[in-house]
């Protein structure tokens, strides 16, 4: 069975790799990037208000372009002190084109007079599981932490080296692949994901294009 993971991000196909792996699926599909899609396919553009929203414009836009059954999340940093921000525009948050160094810059400038106790956070993830012809099923979780005034760790990507979860005392940046995978909004979602896939296989197999 092929699955399009729509994501041009190394971050999460690792991510995403090794939840399918752990969950027993690597072996029972075949997984696709964007780069394995027809040339000349438009990027999607994520203009929609929330995470669900985009998540959901990803999987439907790219599983109409491909034929394939597609994948996608859309996900993200929300700031209690900033009102949720960047939120949906993580990603960019220091602008085009995306640019973590430049992003968690931006972000610790922000912050930089915001209280210890006021520093809360949390990470975001939608996913949407789509068919050419049909939507099929959207989740999503999250993880609470609180931002740090400098990074740590070496591991991860985007604002993780800044992600302190204080039951830890580690960044999302200072976490295995397996640790991160356990406890990261992306890895609970894509657990929900997963748990749906399971239950609806034999439906999702006889709908899938061969």
């Known amino acids: 069975m092929k699955l399009l993971i729509a994501t041009s991000n190394g971050g999460k ?7 399918l792996a752990a969950a027993g699926l690597a072996d029972k599909l075949e997984l696709l990037t ?4 027809a040339a000349g396919v438009p990027d999607v553009v994520e203009d929609r208000p929330t995470f669900i929203g985009n998540a959901t414009k990803k999987s439907r836009h790219y599983a109409q372009h491909s034929g394939w059954l597609t ?3 859309d996900s993200g940093l929300c700031v209690a002190a900033l009102g949720d921000g960047p939120g949906v525009k993580s990603a960019r948050y220091a602008g085009e ?3 973590n160094a430049a992003n968690n810059a931006k972000l610790l400038a922000t912050m930089a007079s915001v209280p210890d106790g006021q520093r809360h956070a949390k990470f975001v993830c939608a ?3 789509t068919l050419p012809q049909a939507d099929l099923a959207v989740v999503s979780d999250e993880v609470h ?3 740090l005034r400098s990074p740590r760790g070496q591991h991860g990507f985007g604002y993780d080296p800044l992600f302190l979860i204080p039951a830890l ?3 999302t940046a200072e976490l295995s692949t397996e640790e991160k995978s356990q406890l990261s909004h992306r890895g609970k979602a894509l657990r929900h994901m997963i748990a749906w896939m399971k239950e609806n296989w034999d ?3 006889a709908g899938i294009p061969t």
């Open 203 to 205: 439906a999702l197999h």
């Open 71 to 73: 994948l996608a999340d």
């Open 169 to 171: 005392n580690k960044t």
């Open 127 to 129: 996913m949407a599981l």
């Open 145 to 147: 932490g609180i931002i």
């Open 34 to 37: 964007l780069k394995d899609i």
């Open 13 to 19: 196909l690792v991510e995403i790799r090794h939840e």
């Open 97 to 99: 084109p995306c640019d």
